[in-house]
Each structure stands twice: as C-alpha cells, then as structure tokens.
C-alpha cells in the first residue's frame, strides 16, 4: 500500500504537490508540520503538509521526502484555510501566501555543499587556473559554499567552472538544510556542590590568598545577591554588579568554586514594565465600552468613530482585560512599527508579560520566539502586538481583534504578494475563530463607515476628547497672499514662525508634517531647464543634502550631487520644491538654540530608531519633530500644543480616486497631535488654495460633510463601495512587447467580461527599474459575482500566459488595490 502528503511548496507556485512517505513516517506526520522535500533537480525546500492521502499523482512520479522537521505541528488548520482564502480571494498563488506568513528563520532554504571526491584520483596539470584554486581550498577544507568559491575566485559566475570540476568527477554537490533559529541561551552561575556545607565554605573563604582578593569579593558579592533576589544568578548580572571581569569569573570556574550552567530565556520580556494601576474611564468612555459589548452581543464587527485623543486606547484596554481573563488570546493590529513603541509601553504597564509583538524591525530570531508563544497559547503572549503581519500567527484561542487606525493604507499589502488587506483579512479570520473584530479610527474610511451606516457593522461614536479637552483651534494660512505680501521667510509663513515661538516661550513643542521626504524633489538646471532623471525609472531623482546625493525613491539609484548641468555645463542649478529635510535645515536657521529632529524613512531605519524618536520627544529632550505620515498616526504627546502642515496642496492632487479622503485622514490625525492634555492645542495649515472644500472640511472637523460629499462622486464615477476593484499590473523591459501584451489581455477582457474595463493605462511612473508598466482596471458592480468574475479573470490570464509571444511578460493581480 502506497502513503503520501500533500504539500506546499514556499515558492510563486499555484498548485500543492505529492510525496511519497513510508508508512512509518505516514503515522508519524500530522497536518501543519514542515517536511523537508527535494523539488526541481537538486534543491531542497521546507514544505508545509496540509494533507495525507493514498492517492498516487497523476501527472508525475512522486518523489520520497529528505526529512522531517517538527515533532509537532507548528502551523494550524485555522491557519492553513485561512491561507487558502487569502490565495483565491487576492487571486495569488498559495506558495506566496505560505512564504509570507511564516518567519523567514522557520523556512530553511538548502544551500549547496561542494566536496571533493575520495575515490577519483587527480592529474593537477589538467585542471585551468580556477579549477586549481577550488581543488586546492578543498585539500585544507573537507567543504565549501557556492559563497566561499565567488570569494576565492573573485568572480561571480562561478557555476561553469564548478560544473567542470562535476564533469572531470573530481567533486560533488550535496544539498544541506541548515537549522537557523537558535534559542538564546543565558550563562548562570551557582556555588559548587563541594562548598554547600558552611564548614568547607569558612575554608575557602580563609584558604584565599591576597592576590586573590578579587576573587573573594566576588564570591561575597554572589551571597549577597543570592540573600537579595532569591532566584538563579546570570554571569552578566553578577560580573555587572560587583564591577569585575569575567576572567575573575572563569578563574573561579577553573578552580571549581563555580559551575556554569545555561538556561533558555525569551529575547524580548516585558516583566519589568509591569505597574500596578487602576484603569479609571470617564462616563463617555465607560459609555462607549458598554456599546460596544451590546454590539458584540449581535454583530461580528463595531466601529469605533472617537475623534481624536478621545481615549480609544484605554477602552481597549478595558474590553482585552475581559477577554484575557476569560482565557482568550486578543490581537492588536497597528498600521505602522512606529506605533508600536507607544502602546507596548503603555500596554506592558497594565499586563506586563502577557503582552508579545510581532513586526518585522525583530530579528528572526524574536519572531520565531512569539510564533511558538501563540502556537503554544503561552500566556506570554495572550496579547499580540503587531503590524499586518501578525495576523498570520498560529492563534487557536482568537476571542477579540482590534484594527486600530484602521483607515490607513498601510494595512494594504503592496508588494510582494500575496497583496492582502489587513483589516479586511481580519474580519475573515475572527469569524473562523467566532470572535469579534473592533475597528477604530477618528476618520474611518469610506467603506468601513457604509457597512456601519448601512448595518452590516455595528457602530459606535465617540465626540469627546478625554479629560473634555477642546479640540485643537484651525488657522488657515493662505501661503499665495503671503508670498505676495513678502510674508514668507523660505517655506515659514511669519504666522507659523510666531506660533512657533510663542510654544517656545511656553515651554511647549511642536511637530511639524511634510508629506515628503529628503531636501528637495527637484533640481533644475535654471539655463536649459534639464532636471536629473533615474536612468532605470521614469521620475526625476530626490536630492538628499545631508548625504549630498541625489537618489530615487523607487528603485534606490544615487549619484553624487552635480556641480553643473549635465547637458550644458551651467553652474546654474536650483532646488525646487521641499522634503523634510529642507524643513530641518531651515528650522535650524531660525531656531539655532533648539534641538530639532526628523522622523522619517531615512531616519527610521536601525531596529531601535524609533524608540529613540519617540522616548526622546517624550521626555522633552526634543523641541521640534519634522516628519512624515509616520507622525500622522495614533501618537500621543502631552507637551505639544502646536502642528504645523508645511504644503497641505501636494496631498490633495494625487492622481487617485481616493487623494481626498485621504487628504482630509491625513491633515485631520496631524491635526489631533495637538493639545492633548489641559490646554486647547493649535493647528496652522499652509495652502494655496484655502477655499477648497477638504481644507474647509478639515477646519471644521466636519467628517460627515467629507463622507457625504465622497460618497456621492464615488456612486457617480463607480468606485466603492458601490464596486470592487481589481488592478492588473502588465510590466517588461521592450516597450512595444508590453504595449501589444496589454491591449491584447485588454480586448480579451473586454470581450469575456459585460463590466467596465478600464485601459491599458499609463500610470504616473510608467517606469520602475528599467521596466515599462501598463495598468488596466476592471470595477464589478456590488451585485455581480465577484467569485465567478475572478474565475474568468484568472482563465483569461493563464490564456495570456500560454500565449507564447506574452510569455516574458509579467501580470501581477492586485484585488482591492485601494
């Protein structure tokens, strides 16, 4: 009787596939477990079963597995049908979805192996001067990596001279998986067994010499410590504490007074956090939880609608409270890193270790770590903390899911696939698990705040700001007037300077929002006009003052900044526009005295940047903090009472169905950064165009008229949530390969389909990395089939696909790709 598994494979595959097993190893492998498998000639992947059977393949002979990996499963089913509904309903392939979801560290990639032959003898004469050097690191060495031969030759392709040697038999390759995660394991220290009676003890104290009075000390220093703590004393912890060196330590090991012995610790632990406090709500909060409890009573999903610092973070508090004393795990979800920093801290303060994150500034080894927490429903990590990436977690106790923020666009997967959105993932996920989903925002999207109109969600509101704090007061500042009236000192409106000082003068800070960043956008040659271009993609470079380069922000190309025009040597070149870092720079013209800080993507790269951002405006050491979005969301600063919005024009007219909406989220969260303790907070927007409608919207903090208005043209134009989008994305390197390739998938989808097709488009940057692009869009009414349509649009695909002419050309699917 034959047994096999089915498998996925953590490669851009749509299909499972078929392995032989024994009937050993049949009785031994569960669902979820990872399987070592050989897949193509000689490569061997860490696949996932997701099933065992009795039936041979069809279509090919099913090769035997390599090894097993796990004892235990360490993926769920909750988890393996979540992934495949994110596979059809993002029309990728399971593959991706299987690569993304788990930690890099627990998908072992096998890296190949050389070593030389013993039974083929070696005439050296033969072999060319590279094949010597390879044959020759292998008589010092029993292996090598494809890595160490490219360092040996200083070459890259190394692959011809290495099938040579196979061909001559003088070695051979052998495929190895190589374990990645390893525990962190801490040194401790404890009294040798021989010295627990006192009477030995007494001796060993006395038997010291006096050049050994370091020694002693430390001995001493471990008694009184092990008095105090009553717990397993670390060689760090003992060595930090009586200021000696760990060769002390050693010597003391040497001589038999200590042994060492290790103990297996979590990498991040948030024990010391812990403070004890009551959780005191105000009525509308106390109002608000109990609305939401009633909601949760009949529905799946609430949104929370509480205008800004309205205190949305302490009624999660409360309702986790609930859940995780009824046993249940609760997730966190958060649209940026940058937010995590403040709410762990705030969070661990009332739970301590019960709280775990999970984003990808941890290093795999952290991750690894709270996979098996939630995988083992520890307690430590009854409290997930994460960025969208977090949702893929082994839950198997899921009682409540909270999507704070959940308006932002970063809760949308862009690149790579699977191209999932969050939020909507979330809700899909909570009712396989029959938990509840929370969705809170002060400016929900439009989407969201229609199923919560029309009754799908429930709904509740929250108008108050905590403590009843004002909402911050809104000046207008009509940068064309200003600059004609010479009121501008560089991007500053005098409005905005004075604001600034007076907040000084208060002892107050400030927070200063630019969509963008770097120095300047643009330099232009002011003789001929000629602007720097990124010869691989089709946008002008950034130029970056503090490195004195220009770079692209698509693909990462820089070049030092020129001294002249490229094309007519003039020596007259000229920023145009302004990033972030201008606004640095200029503020430090006019406040020398104070200590001005940037957030955003350049400044934001190393694990702990934020933290240091953040902990430092926080303590006040920071006056001013200039930034990106990243400063837009969820942050709470006491000390701040004023925000200013350098440009708020270049937010509005993105070519984007969605750029007002936008907008209005975007200024309106800035906006609530302000006065959040006592004192009633100022925002100052600069604009060219006071009068328009968002600007107007967002001064009145009329969220209502901005809903009402967008809904409208989106019933007009059929956007949603009147219609599903779904973008196809056509790229290749030959401009006129891709333009035949997409009208012809355009046609084709034209003909097959009796719903709008938009295209093919040229988008706004209609080259990225020397690759032409061309999108087309297809909107399906509400009451159309969207699983139906996504089968016709996926045949259609894999017909473009079989097309032999298309088949260099790429197609990426992305299904909502708002």
């Given at each position: 009787m034959l047994f096999f598994i089915e498998v996925i494979i953590p490669l851009s595959l749509p299909k499972t596939f078929t392995y032989k097993v024994s009937e050993t190893e049949y009785a031994f492998i569960k669902k979820g477990m990872r399987i070592a498998v050989p897949f193509g000639k000689n490569k061997i992947y860490t696949a996932l079963v997701i099933d065992l059977h009795q039936t041979a393949p069809t279509l090919?002979?099913?090769?035997?597995?390599?090894?097993?990996?796990?004892?235990?499963?360490?993926?769920?089913?909750?988890?393996?049908?979540?992934?495949?509904?994110?596979?059809?309903?993002?029309?990728?392939?399971?593959?991706?979805?299987?690569?993304?979801?788990?930690?890099?560290?627990?998908?072992?990639?096998?890296?190949?192996?050389?070593?030389?032959?013993?039974?083929?003898?070696?005439?050296?004469?033969?072999?060319?001067?590279?094949?010597?050097?390879?044959?020759?690191?292998?008589?010092?060495?029993?292996?090598?990596?494809?890595?160490?031969?490219?360092?040996?030759?200083?070459?890259?392709?190394?692959?011809?001279?290495?099938?040579?040697?196979?061909?001559?038999?003088?070695?051979?390759?052998?495929?190895?998986?190589?374990?990645?995660?390893?525990?962190?394991?801490?040194?401790?220290?404890?009294?040798?067994?021989?010295?627990?009676?006192?009477?030995?003890?007494?001796?060993?104290?006395?038997?010291?010499?006096?050049?050994?009075?370091?020694?002693?000390?430390?001995?001493?220093?471990?008694?009184?410590?092990?008095?105090?703590?009553?717990?397993?004393?670390?060689?760090?912890?003992?060595?930090?504490?009586?200021?000696?060196?760990?060769?002390?330590?050693?010597?003391?090991?040497?001589?038999?007074?200590?042994?060492?012995?290790?103990?297996?610790?979590?990498?991040?632990?948030?024990?010391?956090?812990?403070?004890?406090?009551?959780?005191?709500?105000?009525?509308?909060?106390?109002?608000?939880?109990?609305?939401?409890?009633?909601?949760?009573?009949?529905?799946?999903?609430?949104?929370?609608?509480?205008?800004?610092?309205?205190?949305?973070?302490?009624?999660?508090?409360q309702l986790i409270e609930q859940y995780i004393n009824q046993g249940k795990q609760v997730l966190y979800l958060l649209p940026e890193i940058a937010l995590t920093t403040q709410l762990v801290s705030r969070l661990t303060q009332y739970f301590g270790n019960k709280v775990a994150v999970f984003h990808s500034k941890y290093s795999n080894n952290e991750r690894v770590e709270v996979w098996n927490q939630v995988l083992a429903?520890?307690?430590?990590?009854?409290?997930?903390?994460?960025?969208?990436?977090?949702?893929?977690?082994?839950?198997?106790?899921?009682?409540?899911?909270?999507?704070?923020?959940?308006?932002?666009?970063?809760?949308?997967?862009?690149?790579?696939?699977?191209?999932?959105?969050?939020?909507d993932a979330a809700i899909v996920l909570a009712n396989a698990h029959q938990s509840k989903v929370l969705l809170g925002s002060a400016t929900p999207s439009i989407e969201t705040y229609y199923n919560a109109t029309s009754g799908k969600f429930g709904l509740v509101t929250l108008k108050e700001r905590f403590g009843k704090v004002q909402l911050p007061e809104i000046q207008l500042v009509d940068l064309k007037d200003s600059?004609?009236?010479?009121?501008?000192?560089?991007?500053?409106?005098?409005?905005?300077?004075?604001?600034?000082?007076?907040?000084?003068?208060?002892?107050?800070?400030?927070?200063?929002?630019?969509?963008?960043?770097?120095?300047?956008?643009?330099?232009?040659?002011?003789?001929?006009?000629?602007?720097?271009?990124?010869?691989?993609?089709?946008?002008?470079?950034?130029?970056?003052?503090?490195?004195?380069?220009?770079?692209?922000?698509?693909?990462?190309?820089?070049?030092?900044?020129?001294?002249?025009?490229?094309?007519?040597?003039?020596?007259?070149?000229?920023?145009?526009?302004?990033?972030?870092?201008?606004?640095?720079?200029?503020?430090?013209?006019?406040?020398?005295?104070?200590?001005?800080?940037?957030?955003?993507?350049?400044?934001?790269?190393?694990?702990?940047?934020?933290?240091?951002?953040?902990?430092?405006?926080?303590?006040?050491?920071?006056?001013?903090?200039?930034?990106?979005?990243?400063?837009?969301?969820?942050?709470?600063?006491?000390?701040?009472?004023?925000?200013?919005?350098?440009?708020?024009?270049?937010?509005?007219?993105?070519?984007?169905?969605?750029?007002?909406?936008?907008?209005?989220?975007?200024?309106?969260?800035?906006?609530?950064?302000?006065?959040?303790?006592?004192?009633?907070?100022?925002?100052?927007?600069?604009?060219?165009?006071?009068?328009?409608?968002?600007?107007?919207?967002?001064?009145?903090?009329?969220?209502?008229?901005?809903?009402?208005?967008?809904?409208?043209?989106?019933?007009?134009?059929?956007?949603?949530?009147?219609?599903?989008?779904?973008?196809?994305?056509?790229?290749?390197?030959?401009?006129?390969?891709?333009?035949?390739?997409?009208?012809?998938?355009?046609?084709?989808?034209?003909?097959?389909?009796?719903?709008?097709?938009?295209?093919?488009?040229?988008?706004?940057?209609?080259?990225?990395?020397?690759?032409?692009?061309?999108?087309?869009?297809?909107?399906?009414?509400?009451?159309?089939?969207?699983?139906?349509?996504?089968?016709?649009?996926?045949?259609?695909?894999?017909?473009?696909?079989?097309?032999?002419?298309?088949?260099?050309?790429?197609?990426?699917?992305?299904?909502?790709?708002?």
């Amino acid at each position: 009787m034959l047994f096999f598994i089915e498998v996925i494979i953590p490669l851009s595959l749509p299909k499972t596939f078929t392995y032989k097993v024994s009937e050993t190893e049949y009785a031994f492998i569960k669902k979820g477990m990872r399987i070592a498998v050989p897949f193509g000639k000689n490569k061997i992947y860490t696949a996932l079963v997701i099933d065992l059977h009795q039936t041979a393949p069809t279509l090919y002979e099913a090769k035997e597995i390599h090894q097993i990996l796990d004892e235990q499963p360490i993926v769920n089913e909750f988890q393996i049908n979540h992934w495949f509904w994110i596979a059809s309903y993002y029309m990728c392939n399971i593959g991706d979805v299987y690569r993304g979801a788990l930690p890099s560290a627990l998908l072992l990639e096998s890296e190949t192996i050389l070593s030389q032959r013993q039974d083929t003898s070696v005439n050296q004469a033969d072999l060319s001067d590279d094949e010597f050097l390879i044959y020759e690191a292998l008589q010092h060495q029993s292996s090598l990596k494809i890595q160490n031969v490219i360092d040996i030759l200083n070459k890259k392709t190394v692959l011809p001279i290495i099938q040579k040697l196979i061909n001559k038999n003088i070695i051979s390759l052998q495929e190895e998986i190589q374990e990645e995660y390893k525990p962190k394991l801490i040194r401790y220290i404890r009294l040798h067994e021989q010295y627990q009676q006192e009477e030995k003890l007494i001796e060993l104290l006395d038997n010291f010499n006096k050049n050994a009075n370091k020694q002693k000390e430390l001995v001493l220093q471990y008694f009184q410590l092990q008095a105090l703590e009553k717990k397993p004393i670390s060689v760090k912890h003992l060595t930090e504490t009586a200021k000696a060196s760990a060769a002390i330590v050693k010597a003391l090991i040497d001589k038999q007074v200590f042994e060492e012995y290790y103990l297996q610790e979590d990498r991040v632990n948030f024990h010391k956090n812990k403070v004890d406090y009551q959780l005191s709500l105000s009525e509308a909060q106390q109002n608000a939880v109990n609305q939401i409890e009633e909601v949760f009573v009949e529905k799946e999903v609430c949104l929370l609608h509480g205008v800004t610092s309205s205190g949305k973070t302490e009624i999660y508090t409360q309702l986790i409270e609930q859940y995780i004393n009824q046993g249940k795990q609760v997730l966190y979800l958060l649209p940026e890193i940058a937010l995590t920093t403040q709410l762990v801290s705030r969070l661990t303060q009332y739970f301590g270790n019960k709280v775990a994150v999970f984003h990808s500034k941890y290093s795999n080894n952290e991750r690894v770590e709270v996979w098996n927490q939630v995988l083992a429903s520890s307690e430590k990590a009854q409290i997930v903390i994460g960025a969208r990436s977090a949702l893929f977690l082994p839950f198997s106790n899921l009682g409540l899911i909270i999507v704070d923020e959940e308006h932002e666009a970063t809760f949308k997967q862009q690149d790579p696939a699977p191209r999932y959105h969050a939020r909507d993932a979330a809700i899909v996920l909570a009712n396989a698990h029959q938990s509840k989903v929370l969705l809170g925002s002060a400016t929900p999207s439009i989407e969201t705040y229609y199923n919560a109109t029309s009754g799908k969600f429930g709904l509740v509101t929250l108008k108050e700001r905590f403590g009843k704090v004002q909402l911050p007061e809104i000046q207008l500042v009509d940068l064309k007037d200003s600059y004609f009236r010479k009121k501008m000192k560089g991007h500053f409106s005098i409005t905005l300077i004075e604001a600034i000082t007076e907040a000084f003068a208060n002892g107050e800070q400030v927070i200063l929002f630019q969509n963008r960043r770097g120095f300047s956008p643009v330099l232009e040659c002011l003789t001929c006009g000629h602007v720097p271009q990124c010869p691989q993609c089709d946008v002008s470079l950034t130029y970056h003052k503090y490195k004195n380069q220009l770079r692209c922000h698509y693909c990462g190309y820089n070049m030092a900044k020129p001294k002249n025009c490229h094309v007519c040597s003039s020596v007259d070149i000229e920023t145009k526009g302004f990033g972030t870092e201008q606004i640095e720079l200029e503020l430090a013209g006019l406040f020398p005295n104070k200590n001005i800080k940037r957030m955003d993507q350049d400044t934001t790269r190393g694990k702990y940047s934020f933290e240091k951002i953040i902990d430092g405006f926080k303590n006040r050491e920071i006056d001013v903090l200039v930034g990106t979005q990243m400063l837009a969301k969820g942050l709470d600063f006491d000390n701040v009472s004023l925000v200013g919005i350098m440009n708020a024009d270049n937010m509005l007219y993105h070519p984007d169905f969605r750029a007002f909406e936008r907008s209005y989220q975007m200024m309106t969260q800035v906006a609530g950064r302000a006065g959040r303790s006592e004192k009633r907070g100022k925002v100052i927007i600069q604009t060219y165009n006071p009068l328009h409608n968002i600007i107007q919207q967002v001064t009145n903090n009329d969220y209502e008229g901005m809903y009402k208005e967008q809904l409208y043209e989106r019933k007009i134009y059929y956007y949603p949530p009147y219609y599903r989008l779904i973008r196809l994305t056509v790229k290749h390197r030959d401009f006129e390969k891709l333009k035949e390739g997409s009208v012809w998938l355009y046609q084709v989808l034209k003909q097959n389909l009796s719903i709008p097709v938009l295209g093919p488009e040229e988008p706004a940057v209609s080259r990225i990395r020397n690759e032409y692009i061309r999108t087309i869009m297809i909107k399906i009414p509400a009451e159309t089939s969207l699983q139906a349509t996504k089968k016709t649009i996926q045949k259609i695909l894999n017909s473009f696909d079989s097309v032999a002419q298309y088949r260099t050309v790429k197609v990426t699917v992305n299904v909502d790709f708002y």
